[in-house]
């Protein structure tokens, strides 16, 4: 059976390279294990669709996102809710998910890397 890696990413996508170093680390894995990249806390500002990180000169990290399609996202409901972007348009590709389902994927899986 294939080995599961939860990558849980709480900080904000931008200003830092743990958002940018935890993509490349969860798509670096998916041809070895089943990865589920969780946003949790400010991580779930990675959520928000077009997101424009021109003027930071840094790479948009949607557009990775969108690019790896196989990836799964899933994002802290209650994390979105309490910094008011839940009714915000978000990448299409994710999956909203409570308080017990997160801990519970977090739980499920075989390791899990903070970010």
Do not use: W
Request: with cysteine; net charge negative.
């Amino acid at each position: 059976m294939m080995k599961s890696v939860f990558c849980l990413l709480d900080t904000a996508p931008y200003g830092n390279e743990k958002a940018f170093g935890a993509l490349n680390a969860a798509a670096v894995s998916l041809t070895e294990v089943s990865v589920t990249f969780g946003l949790y806390g400010d991580g779930v500002y990675l959520a928000a669709a077009d997101q424009d990180s021109t003027e930071l000169g840094v790479p948009n990290l949607s557009d990775i996102l969108y690019s790896y399609g196989e990836l799964r996202v899933i994002v802290h409901e209650p994390s979105l809710i309490e910094r008011g972007l839940f009714g915000e348009t978000l990448i299409e590709t994710i999956e909203l998910v409570d308080e017990e389902d997160f801990l519970e994927e977090m739980e499920n899986s075989d390791f899990v890397i903070l970010f």
